[in-house]
């Protein structure tokens, strides 16, 4: 991951509590099919109850593709917050992993209303998710 993408990345989180907040990850896969990631593009959330689900807006899916293909960029995963509660995938994230595919990264961030921010990584393997450990370059 991009340093300082983090920190980024917690801000917006607190900013959007307590409702999920959902981006769209950019960049690459390197040679061992690690994950770079440099950049985040924020997509509205649709979902009837956002403090606890979030709906992708399709046209924000559109925009980052746009976006990550003038940069010579992939869309490379996904992060979301989940208020008040731990950083592990839900029955919900597990479904839309089934959908995407095993080379993305989701990052899920844990936000509470002290504005505390515990984000973790994980990669889907086709059945379920495993932890992924993320490095800042």
Do not use: K
């Not at 924020?42 to 003038?70: I, K």
């Not at 844990?110 to 450990?133: L, P, S, T, Y």
């Amino acid at each position: 991951m991009r340093d300082g993408l983090a920190d980024e990345l917690a801000n917006w989180m607190r900013r959007g509590y307590p409702y999920e907040v959902v981006a769209l990850l950019l960049g690459s896969f390197d040679s061992a099919d690690d994950i770079v990631i440099t950049q985040c593009v924020p997509v509205a959330n649709q979902a009837l109850d956002p403090s606890r689900h979030f709906v992708m807006d399709p046209q924000g899916w559109l925009t980052a593709d746009t976006q990550a293909q003038s940069l010579g960029l992939d869309i490379v995963g996904m992060v979301h917050s989940h208020p008040d509660a731990p950083p592990y995938p839900s029955h919900a994230d597990s479904a839309s992993a089934a959908l995407l595919g095993t080379r993305f990264v989701y990052l899920i961030a844990a936000v509470d209303a002290g504005g505390a921010v515990e984000m973790q990584a994980w990669r889907w393997d086709g059945q379920m998710f495993c932890e992924q450990r993320l490095q800042c370059r």
